[in-house]
């Protein structure tokens, strides 16, 4: 029995083997399939560690990139600003130096404006001054021929004849002139048409006696007389003015008929344009 048994046992163990080898070759099998799929992981993790650190480059270039492209656009807009700029500086200073050149030559006119006033002034000058001398000369002849008719004295707006009554005699209350007035008027007037620029102011007078309104008229009546009396001789009427002035003016005080005699008066005032 014992012989069966162990012959029986024997074929059972040998299909064994071929069975735990196979199990050997699985389980190989599968540490390499864990090893290389441990392998893999590990280079899927380091590629997928790489793949992230070149998205990072890449972003970051990117990143670069688009600030070396505001920067471009920056310097470009300063560029163009500054370009602008001296477009309009360059313009400032053309129309700086027109200007300039305007100035220049409004100067040099100006100068020449003035060079030319300060000639024409000095000539004006000198031909006043030569009129001046003139006239001059002519009022000192005209006080010398004048002195001699009648009393004749010089003030700063030229001549005044004083034909009172040692010379021109008015009545009282009386306008008219006498025949002898006419022909003392005559010998006045024949010397003033022969002067020129000359403007004669014709001024009446009364004495005390009266009204300040009927003395007023009567020295009117009176200049008007002798105004008229020149005209006839000849002198234009164009530079003859007539005035009253009543009693306010007297040329002596007191109430005695020689000094009422001598504010019964006519004056002539003797003026030359010239000097004025």
Do not use: C, W
């Not at 029986?8 to 540490?31: C, D, I, K, M, Y």
């Not at 560029?79 to 200007?99: L, T």
């Not at 007297?250 to 002539?268: C, D, F, M, Y």
Request: proline share 3%.
């Amino acid at each position: 029995m014992p012989d069966k048994l162990t012959a029986l046992s024997v074929p059972s163990q040998e299909p064994r083997e071929p069975s735990r080898a196979r199990t050997g070759l699985v389980a190989l099998l599968a540490l390499l399939v864990v090893a290389l799929l441990g392998g893999l992981g590990f280079f899927g993790r380091e590629a997928l560690r790489r793949m992230d650190a070149v998205e990072r480059q890449l972003a970051g270039l990117s990143a670069k990139a688009d600030e070396a492209a505001a920067l471009s656009r920056q310097a470009m807009a300063q560029a163009a600003a500054a370009e602008a700029s001296a477009g309009v500086a360059a313009a400032g200073r053309q129309q700086a130096e027109a200007e300039a050149t305007l100035a220049r030559e409004e100067a040099g006119t100006a100068r020449r404006q003035a060079t030319s006033a300060i000639d024409a002034a000095a000539h004006a000058q000198v031909e006043a001054d030569r009129i001046r001398k003139q006239a001059e000369a002519e009022v000192n002849r005209l006080e010398q021929a004048l002195g001699q008719i009648a009393e004749t004295r010089r003030t700063a707006l030229g001549l005044v004849l004083n034909l009172g009554s040692d010379y021109l005699k008015f009545e009282f209350d009386r306008a008219e002139l006498r025949p002898e007035d006419r022909e003392l008027l005559s010998r006045i007037a024949g010397i003033l048409i022969t002067a020129q620029g000359y403007s004669i102011s014709v001024n009446g007078h009364t004495d005390d006696v009266g009204t300040e309104e009927y003395n007023q008229k009567l020295s009117e009546r009176r200049a008007e007389a002798v105004r008229d009396y020149l005209v006839g001789a000849g002198l234009s009427p164009d530079i003859l003015s007539v005035t009253g002035h009543g009693k306010s003016r007297p040329l002596v005080q007191g109430a005695s008929e020689r000094a009422r005699a001598r504010n019964r008066r006519v004056e002539l005032g003797i003026a030359n344009m010239r000097i004025l």
